[in-house]
């Protein structure tokens, strides 16, 4: 789960990061009151966006920049409005973008030096990994493409922790002397607890900067738990209420579905997360697109299909939809009268593509057919899959 970087900002300043002071804000007024509780500029307002490259973004009205440095309070308002309620794109936004619900008011040091800092889970060494380099900053991407060495690495055994010594060369690799190396070897070591007590699957500072006053800063954070520790963290937990930005996701969640939203067009309903792996990947191998993954599960009941068929139906940008279950717990019957029931109370505009297999199929298909509903349905699944593409390229 990612969390939003004035979120990873409060759980690393309780381990005692260097964060500059700094507070989120759902409106320009109250962008502007922080600002005023924070005294004397220069200030950074930042777009809260689940996605990085917010630097160098812009927005869909052609303002310009997802972060920007202000002089003063009236500033902060002035920009704040600008970037609340827009659609930010970066490069890892793709080009619909997002929307900017909330912005950060920080302070703003004067930056020196841009570093890199990170720590990962490594599942080829099968261990944390802490990633350091001297050139941070928005072009992080770049410089691991094009010098590869100029990031550095140190594993560390899961066992024995973090060694001081290892925190000490990687501040040095990052081209760190004098107080700034022991700063830096403090704030590597800090970052490491954090991970590791927090169950974070990736902890990235980006920049980590060198400002005046010979001091290290967090200027940027981007933080991910693993799922699977969640319950033991309730507090983090509560965190992904305000992180679900897409509205299907959040209606899928108060279903219980397993849903994650994607760009293409073909809705589709599956149960269990390898046939709905599988199904993409057919729809991908047809030239088509899915609009989402949903997996239904193994333990659906005909009002949870009926809720997910409403949400892809509802969804603006699936023009056809394609159901694709297995019938072992969940049986046939059970989906094609979900099916049958969600198409009379949603009138779908969109081809519906159906292939069953499995327990109950007969009886299944008997409904789909008795419904007299304009379903279509295939025995096969390269079959199936091509009568999806084909059926989202329909002119409506
Ligand atoms: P993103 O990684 O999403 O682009 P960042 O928070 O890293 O967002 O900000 C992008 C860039 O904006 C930083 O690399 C830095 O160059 C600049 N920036 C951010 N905060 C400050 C600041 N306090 N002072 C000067 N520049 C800043
Ligand atoms: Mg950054």
Redesign the pocket.
Known sequence: MNVF?YQARSLLARYGMPI?AGDVATTPEEARQVAVVLTDG???V??QIL???????RFLNGFV???R?CSDANQVEEVARAMLGGVLV?R?TGPEGRRVDRVLV??????LR?LYLAILIDRECRCPVVMGSAR???DIEEVAREDPEAIHRIRVDPQMGLWPYQARELGLRMGLRGPLLLQAADAIARLYHFFCDCDASLAEI??L?V?EDGKL?V????VSFDENGLFRHPEIARYRTEVIEDGREAEATKAGLNYVGLSGDIGCMVNGAGLAMATMDILHRYGGTPANFLDVGGGADQDQVTKGFGILMKDPRVRAIFVHIFGGILRCDVIARGIVDAVSQVMPKVPIVVRLQGTNLEEGRAILRRSGMSIRTADDLADAAQMAVAAAKEPR
């Open positions: 970087e500059p220069p200030f950074v930042k777009s996605a990085g490259g917010r630097g160098k973004g920049g997802g972060v440095l970066t890892q920080a302070k703003a040091p004067r930056i841009e941070g900053g928005v980006n920049p900067a400002v800063a200027i940027d954070a981007k």
